[in-house]
């Protein structure tokens, strides 16, 4: 019997696999230029890092790490996201005392061992981005306009953005307290973990995936958070700054994050046709995070994008138009010439153009049915009659032309020729 990848995993090859490049080709460049740097943290984290971060009583933390014990007896996760870690990283790499605002950008598998369907996976992938050490509603404004005009590049359109306030610490328990109240008169209706959640953290009540615990907490709810007027005037900013901007938003929707370090601006970003899971990012505001984790008390905000939503849910864009015929395959004439033909198949690729040779001797007729069947663009027969010629034919199988090229120059006059339809 063959073996299969694992429930919830995915393997990445082809049409896909180039899709996801130019994904991240796109986001990488928009990061730089909004002044971000790329991090990448390791893929396992000691539990504990989520365990102080992301919240004991959240689902994520109980039911979704993929979690072991090491050798030397250490509680090991696969990371479940990637906040914590960058965090993680900021402070270990002293980044608090070198610069003022870390602007830090990132990408890469998370895992989460949730039930799949479309769209959830157990291993999945994020991109993100981390503003450490401000407080400044501006920056909010800065991280969820990125969010939006990332998402348009990836031709994620049209999508909603919903934006609420958790509010401060303060503000956070005085809510916390009314939600207890309210929940207070059905706690019998509620189930178990429900009714311990109360006592814990009562907003994970608002996670619940049980349909009554869903329609009492959810019945007739505003907003589960309660401003004082410093984060009123903080959220009015983040509003202001989104409309001159020109980001839609709805602050409406009453919606919970899973994850317990946000304060102030939170948002969830939603695209058409997604089903369920339509949840392309979110993020927000963790001020005290950093602090939590060891470090100063700075401000921060940030948001994730999950990668395989994004590709589910975007209309094709430039940057994945399916490629035309691209590079140049050396069909070998004799067997005898596969050094010479290794030798210019090398030249090719060293002024950038994507070269291809068979190497089992298959015949000239076979050599060029494959070249055909791979898509190259163009095809040139190497044999000893372009050697004592000195000249090699090249046929452009897109346009259905040929001409010939002296062999001393053949790599340069190809890169000239093919380069600009050569996206590898
Ligand atoms: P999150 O909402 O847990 O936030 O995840 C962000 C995005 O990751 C989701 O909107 C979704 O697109 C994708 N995602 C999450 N779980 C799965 C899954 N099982 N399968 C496929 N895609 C998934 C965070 O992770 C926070 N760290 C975001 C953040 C950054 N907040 C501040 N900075």
């Known amino acids: 019997m063959t073996l299969q990848a694992l429930r919830g995993t995915t393997d990445l090859f082809g049409e896909a696999a180039r899709r996801w490049w130019a994904l991240e080709r796109t986001i990488r460049r928009l990061a730089r230029l909004s002044g971000y740097e790329e991090v990448r943290t390791p893929i396992l984290e000691e539990a504990a890092l989520f365990l102080r971060s992301v919240g004991e009583t959240t689902d994520i933390v109980q039911k979704e790490m993929f979690q072991f014990e090491d050798r030397g ?12 870690p960058i965090v993680r990283a900021y402070l270990e790499h002293h980044l608090d005392k070198t610069i003022g605002l870390a602007k830090l950008f990132y990408t890469g598998p998370m895992f989460r061992a949730e039930r799949p369907q479309a769209g959830r996976y157990r291993q999945f992938h994020q991109y993100g981005v981390e503003a450490i050490g401000s407080s400044s509603p501006w920056v909010d404004v800065e991280v969820i306009v990125l969010c939006q005009q ?6 994620v359109e049209p999508i909603r953005v919903w934006l609420t306030s958790m509010g401060c610490r303060d503000d956070q328990a005085r809510s916390a307290a009314q939600l207890r109240q309210r929940l207070a008169p059905h706690r019998d209706q509620l189930c178990k973990e429900c009714q311990a959640r ?5 907003f994970r009540v608002l996670d619940c995936k049980h349909p009554t615990c869903r329609a009492i907490a959810w019945k007739d709810l505003h907003t589960p958070f309660v401003l004082c007027q410093a984060c009123r005037e903080h959220f009015d900013t983040v509003r202001r700054g989104l409309t001159a901007a020109q980001v839609g938003f709805d602050d409406t929707q009453v919606f919970a994050r899973g994850l317990d370090y946000y304060t102030r601006t939170v948002f969830e970003v939603r695209a058409e046709g997604l089903g369920a899971q339509d949840a392309v990012a979110a993020g927000g505001r963790y001020d005290h995070l950093v602090e939590e984790l060891g470090g100063p008390s700075v401000g921060a905000v940030g948001f994730a994008a999950g990668i395989e939503r994004i590709l589910l849910a975007a209309h094709p864009t430039v940057a994945d138009t399916p490629p035309s015929r691209q590079g140049v395959y050396l069909a070998i004439a004799q ?20 070269a291809r040779m068979d190497s089992d001797g298959k015949s000239l007729k076979a050599q060029l049915r494959e070249a055909d069947k791979m898509g190259c663009r163009a095809v040139a ?34 890169a000239k020729e093919l380069k600009p339809t050569c996206h590898v």
Do not use: W, Y
């Open 381 to 414: 027969v190497f044999g000893e009659q372009e050697l004592q010629q000195g000249t090699i034919n090249v046929k452009d199988l897109e346009r259905g032309t040929q001409h010939t090229i002296p062999l001393e120059s053949f790599a340069a006059a190809l």
């Open 150 to 155: 990332m998402l348009r590049h990836c031709g």
């Open 335 to 354: 067997p005898g010439l596969v050094d010479q033909a290794f030798a210019l198949v090398q030249q090719l690729r060293h002024n950038g153009v994507l």
């Open 198 to 202: 109360m006592d814990k953290n009562v």
């Open 73 to 84: 007896g250490h509680q090991i996760v696969l990371r479940p996201e990637g906040t914590a």
